[in-house]
């Protein structure tokens, strides 16, 4: 077991100004907290974290970063609170701790391989702390040289694990020591009997093979002294793992993956590549079909490279890559583009930038051993515009920072987002704007037939909510404004002793359209009902001009009187429906409100929208949902029809008095009806031409003053 004291001496190893009582501290702490435990092994609890805090010992980590290692476990497996670590190590060391504990927390049972990607990068976004990864990694290599304590099943599903999500992860970090050791561990629990093969026939020839190399070497570097070309010769053996993926991809047999041991030979410049080239095939025959030119054509995540199959000197087969030394730094840090390149979209710049800059970081700690500069940079965002959420059943699924559970809906399907009433976001009802986190798990409440609703605009961030609901609403405006067009084109055609009916099922109607540059009727019908063409310019095209009964400007002034809708843009009806260009409106006859009213508009089927008093009746009757703000933008010189009652006692001249004094304050009377009572009393209606509320106000209080008038008032019918 390692001793706390090795960590120490290993640590001073490196940076002899190592905050070294932090460490004695966590020590201690992680000692008390961890007592009585014991792990599968049999060993003490404590032996784990110490591995862990070696671990990362040995990759030159800083004192907070052991320290933190020392305590990884106490939040999640002790007694020990938040608080506590606060107050004992200060909220850095806090930090990470429970960034590691958060780590822990999430299980991936259920996980599918192809969810591999988006669980390795939820991983990374939830830790905006380097280090909080590197004892992960740590922590999970020392389980992994543990596992065999645990049950079959289990050492198989953390081993799948391993592969599947920590390895690839240590590779991106450019820490391959590690990703060999994870994949070499993990394979000798899933596939035993495949493991102890592959290792028998290495060690077989252990060293006869080692000698092999080294010959191989020395004719190498012997021929290229010859000829003057400075250059370095490497020679690797794959590891078990590695050779096994190439036996199962090639469907080969053991003795036929001939590049178990590896050459490379890097070089100065290009040109200085192909010569090598060029003396290696002069001295070994080369396998033509072997041949891979990476260099003039270089793979998608930038690797380049020469690959030369050859019969080496003892007639069997080498593998030799010949490289230059900016060719072989970029295959050691071209993961960062791997990545981008696994995900079969376009190269992302911004994170292959980010991978080779930690990569960067990794491999210059062992070089710098500055633990200063290494702290500046490890407090990573590796994806700041991603959140990554749970489904209910643990899949993952990546939104737009800011997302919403309305974003989340539509992105499992459209109709989801469309019915999305409500959301549960671990457990708990939260509103639709609920900003999502990394980690949540997300649950969406659906309402057969519910409709998306406008405000959702305001708050949605991803590209697809918002086109789908955009889409939704368009589709919506045309129905209302193809039915309307309908309407008004019927009421046209029949004014002309036409029948629309039948002639827009001809071809004729078909080919207007074309003329007015619609590719289908129905647009053309939408655009009459926008109010963009009027149902006039369409029935010109069946009539000749000179049968027209009325002038196109009688035709207008009609239409609006019949049907009380103008287009809202040019702003006739003086109404505005916020956030809606092209909707056309019209008023409740019910209530007819004039400017200064409170009015409130109602979406209504085909009819585009109708403004009633907030307080009308029928407005109370209708269904809230299809309610929408609208407000009063009146133009100059309009008038609203206004209704009273004015109730006086019969006397000659009274309703030529009242009509004057309604004139006197220029409003005109649109129409006018009088009863007389039995009890001697008139009760006369009028309808009124009004500019606004004020306006009505003045009449009013004036008529109030004509003698024998006993009150006035409005009438709403
Ligand atoms: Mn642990």
């Given at each position: 077991?390692?001793?706390?004291?090795?960590?120490?001496?290993?640590?001073?190893?490196?940076?002899?100004?190592?905050?070294?009582?932090?460490?004695?501290?966590?020590?201690?702490?992680?000692?008390?907290?961890?007592?009585?435990?014991?792990r599968l092994s049999?060993?003490?609890?404590?032996?784990h974290?110490?591995?862990v805090?070696?671990i990362?010992?040995?990759?030159?980590?800083?004192?907070?970063?052991?320290?933190?290692?020392?305590?990884?476990?106490?939040?999640e497996?002790?007694?020990?609170?938040?608080?506590?670590?606060?107050?004992?190590?200060?909220?850095?060391?806090?930090?990470?701790?429970?960034?590691v504990?958060k780590l822990s927390s999430l299980t991936f049972e259920n996980a599918q391989a192809r969810q591999a990607e988006s669980i390795r990068k939820m991983l990374l976004a939830m830790a905006?702390?380097?280090?909080?990864i590197l004892i992960k990694l740590a922590d999970r290599l020392h389980n992994m040289r543990t596992l065999q304590f645990h049950k079959e099943a289990k050492r198989r599903a953390i081993a799948r694990e391993t592969l599947d999500i920590y390895a690839p992860l240590a590779a991106r970090l450019?820490i391959y020591w590690m990703k060999r050791e994870l994949e070499d561990t993990a394979f000798r629990h899933i596939l035993p009997t495949e493991y102890a093969e592959i290792e028998?026939?290495?060690?077989?020839?252990?060293?006869?093979?080692?000698?092999?190399?080294?010959?191989?070497?020395?004719?190498?570097?012997?021929?290229?002294?010859?000829?003057?070309?400075?250059?370095?010769?490497?020679?690797?053996?794959k590891y078990a793992y590695s050779i096994y993926q190439k036996m199962k991809s090639?469907?080969?047999?053991?003795?036929?993956?001939?590049?178990?041991?590896?050459?490379?030979?890097?070089?100065?410049?290009?040109?200085?590549?192909?010569?090598?080239?060029?003396?290696?095939?002069?001295?070994?025959?080369?396998?033509?079909?072997?041949?891979?030119?990476?260099?003039?054509?270089?793979?998608?995540?930038?690797?380049?490279?020469?690959?030369?199959?050859?019969?080496?000197?003892?007639?069997?087969?080498?593998?030799?890559?010949?490289?230059?030394?900016?060719?072989?730094?970029?295959?050691?840090?071209?993961v960062?583009?791997h990545w981008?390149?696994k995900e079969?979209?376009?190269?992302?710049?911004?994170?292959?930038?980010?991978?080779?800059?930690?990569?960067?970081?990794?491999?210059?700690?062992?070089?710098?051993?500055?633990?200063?500069?290494?702290?500046?940079?490890?407090?990573?965002?590796?994806?700041?515009?991603?959140?990554y959420?749970f489904t209910?059943n643990g899949e993952i699924k990546?939104?737009?920072?800011?997302?919403?559970?309305?974003?989340?809906?539509?992105?499992?399907?459209?109709?989801?987002?469309?019915?999305?009433?409500?959301?549960?976001?671990?457990?708990?009802?939260?509103?639709?704007?609920?900003?999502?986190?990394?980690g949540?798990?997300?649950?969406?409440?659906?309402?057969?037939?519910?409709?998306?609703?406008?405000?959702?605009?305001?708050?949605?961030?991803?590209?697809?909510?918002?086109?789908?609901?955009?889409?939704?609403?368009?589709?919506?405006?045309?129905?209302?404004?193809?039915?309307?067009?309908?309407?008004?084109?019927?009421?046209?055609?029949?004014?002309?002793?036409?029948?629309?009916?039948?002639?827009?099922?001809?071809?004729?109607?078909?080919?207007?359209?074309?003329?007015?540059?619609?590719?289908?009727?129905?647009?053309?019908?939408?655009?009459?009902?926008?109010?963009?063409?009027?149902?006039?310019?369409?029935?010109?095209?069946?009539?000749?001009?000179?049968?027209?009964?009325?002038?196109?400007?009688?035709?207008?002034?009609?239409?609006?009187?019949?049907?009380?809708?103008?287009?809202?843009?040019?702003?006739?009806?003086?109404?505005?429906?916020?956030?809606?260009?092209?909707?056309?409106?019209?008023?409740?006859?019910?209530?007819?409100?004039?400017?200064?009213?409170?009015?409130?508009?109602?979406?209504?089927?085909?009819?585009?929208?109708?403004?009633?008093?907030?307080?009308?009746?029928?407005?109370?009757?209708?269904?809230?949902?299809?309610?929408?703000?609208?407000?009063?933008?009146?133009?100059?010189?309009?008038?609203?029809?206004?209704?009273?009652?004015?109730?006086?006692?019969?006397?000659?001249?009274?309703?030529?008095?009242?009509?004057?004094?309604?004139?006197?304050?220029?409003?005109?009377?649109?129409?006018?009806?009088?009863?007389?009572?039995?009890?001697?009393?008139?009760?006369?209606?009028?309808?009124?031409?009004?500019?606004?509320?004020?306006?009505?106000?003045?009449?009013?209080?004036?008529?109030?003053?004509?003698?024998?008038?006993?009150?006035?008032?409005?009438?709403?019918?």
């Amino acid at each position: 077991m390692i001793r706390i004291t090795d960590i120490v001496d290993r640590v001073l190893e490196y940076n002899a100004d190592s905050d070294i009582d932090i460490i004695d501290r966590a020590y201690i702490f992680s000692a008390r907290v961890h007592e009585g435990q014991v792990r599968l092994s049999g060993e003490p609890y404590l032996s784990h974290p110490l591995e862990v805090a070696y671990i990362l010992a040995d990759m030159n980590l800083d004192a907070v970063s052991i320290s933190a290692a020392l305590l990884h476990d106490v939040i999640e497996d002790t007694h020990a609170t938040n608080e506590e670590v606060q107050q004992l190590f200060g909220d850095e060391i806090l930090h990470i701790v429970s960034g590691v504990t958060k780590l822990s927390s999430l299980t991936f049972e259920n996980a599918q391989a192809r969810q591999a990607e988006s669980i390795r990068k939820m991983l990374l976004a939830m830790a905006d702390d380097l280090r909080v990864i590197l004892i992960k990694l740590a922590d999970r290599l020392h389980n992994m040289r543990t596992l065999q304590f645990h049950k079959e099943a289990k050492r198989r599903a953390i081993a799948r694990e391993t592969l599947d999500i920590y390895a690839p992860l240590a590779a991106r970090l450019g820490i391959y020591w590690m990703k060999r050791e994870l994949e070499d561990t993990a394979f000798r629990h899933i596939l035993p009997t495949e493991y102890a093969e592959i290792e028998d026939r290495l060690a077989k020839d252990k060293k006869e093979r080692e000698a092999y190399v080294e010959s191989v070497k020395k004719i190498i570097r012997e021929k290229m002294a010859e000829n003057e070309l400075e250059c370095e010769v490497l020679g690797r053996y794959k590891y078990a793992y590695s050779i096994y993926q190439k036996m199962k991809s090639q469907e080969l047999a053991f003795e036929d993956v001939y590049d178990i041991i590896a050459f490379r030979i890097i070089v100065k410049t290009v040109p200085k590549c192909y010569e090598a080239l060029g003396f290696i095939h002069s001295m070994w025959k080369p396998i033509d079909i072997k041949f891979k030119d990476y260099i003039a054509r270089p793979k998608p995540n930038m690797y380049q490279s020469l690959h030369t199959t050859v019969i080496g000197p003892a007639g069997e087969r080498i593998e030799i890559q010949i490289r230059t030394w900016e060719m072989d730094r970029v295959a050691k840090s071209g993961v960062a583009a791997h990545w981008s390149y696994k995900e079969g979209q376009s190269v992302d710049e911004d994170a292959s930038h980010k991978f080779a800059w930690i990569q960067n970081l990794i491999e210059n700690q062992e070089i710098t051993k500055d633990p200063d500069e290494f702290l500046e940079n490890v407090r990573i965002d590796l994806f700041p515009d991603e959140v990554y959420v749970f489904t209910p059943n643990g899949e993952i699924k990546t939104l737009t920072k800011g997302s919403t559970p309305v974003d989340f809906a539509y992105l499992i399907h459209t109709e989801v987002g469309h019915q999305c009433t409500g959301a549960k976001v671990n457990g708990r009802m939260v509103p639709l704007r609920y900003e999502l986190q990394t980690g949540d798990v997300v649950e969406i409440v659906t309402t057969k037939n519910h409709q998306p609703s406008k405000d959702w605009l305001k708050f949605v961030q991803t590209v697809k909510a918002r086109s789908r609901i955009r889409q939704w609403i368009k589709t919506q405006e045309k129905d209302r404004s193809v039915s309307l067009g309908r309407e008004m084109l019927e009421k046209a055609f029949r004014k002309h002793k036409l029948d629309y009916n039948i002639l827009s099922k001809t071809d004729e109607m078909e080919k207007l359209a074309g003329v007015f540059g619609f590719k289908r009727v129905d647009d053309l019908i939408a655009n009459v009902g926008y109010g963009k063409i009027t149902p006039l310019q369409v029935v010109r095209k069946f009539v000749p001009p000179t049968q027209e009964p009325e002038s196109q400007e009688d035709e207008q002034s009609i239409l609006h009187k019949i049907m009380g809708r103008v287009r809202n843009k040019k702003s006739k009806t003086g109404v505005l429906v916020r956030g809606l260009d092209d909707i056309l409106v019209r008023f409740g006859k019910c209530c007819q409100p004039v400017p200064g009213d409170p009015i409130i508009g109602y979406i209504t089927q085909g009819y585009g929208v109708t403004v009633h008093r907030t307080n009308c009746v029928n407005a109370l009757k209708m269904n809230p949902e299809r309610g929408i703000d609208v407000e009063w933008n009146q133009g100059p010189d309009q008038t609203y029809p206004a209704k009273i009652r004015v109730n006086s006692t019969d006397r000659v001249g009274l309703l030529a008095d009242v009509a004057a004094s309604i004139s006197k304050f220029n409003a005109n009377i649109v129409s006018a009806n009088t009863t007389t009572r039995e009890n001697h009393t008139v009760d006369s209606m009028f309808t009124l031409a009004v500019e606004d509320i004020n306006h009505l106000d003045k009449v009013v209080s004036a008529l109030k003053k004509v003698k024998g008038v006993l009150g006035v008032k409005r009438i709403y019918n």
